[in-house]
């Protein structure tokens, strides 16, 4: 997580929230929370939702649901769907990029400043701009090329 939203996260969700009329309540801070503090990288809403249980189980999906899309909304977490179809949520971070390996699901991030210089010069050659950008790669992770069982993050 960058520093700024680190810092700042209730801040920003409350502010939000409070723009839309709505109030930041004890399960919207509690979900938050797990999702800033205790869940890994790329979680999806059932993952979260398991989480969230093991804390308070009277918390339901649909609010678990809805958190996640303020968070969205607000600047505060990303979504992002790799080719297994499931929605996955992180916080913002500085960029990075997503090496996702295609037999046990296991994603990894990775920074090459080599790989950002040449994307802007290629947007360059054709006359192009660039606002954002997101890269995903697929392949085999070493625990299942070396040892034939993935370690699933």
């Known amino acids: 997580m960058s520093d700024k939203v680190e810092q700042n996260w209730k801040e920003i969700l409350h502010a939000h929230i409070t723009k839309k009329g709505l109030r930041l309540t004890q399960q919207r801070l509690l979900i938050s929370e797990v999702f800033f503090e205790e869940v890994q990288h790329h979680t999806n809403i059932d993952e979260l939702y398991q989480h969230i249980r093991e804390k308070n189980p009277g918390i339901g999906y649909a609010t ?90």
């Open 64 to 153: 678990v649901y809805r958190t996640l899309k303020l968070l969205t909304e607000c600047g505060l977490a990303t979504s992002m769907q790799f080719s297994d179809g499931t929605r996955r949520f992180e916080p913002v971070t500085d960029h990075h990029d997503h090496l996702i390996c295609t037999e046990c699901g296991k994603i990894m991030e990775f920074e090459n400043e080599a790989i950002e210089n040449l994307q802007d010069e290629v947007a360059l050659s054709f006359g192009f701009s660039l606002t954002s950008h997101t890269m995903e790669l697929y392949g085999v992770c070493d625990g299942m090329k070396n040892q034939g069982v993935c370690s699933v993050q």
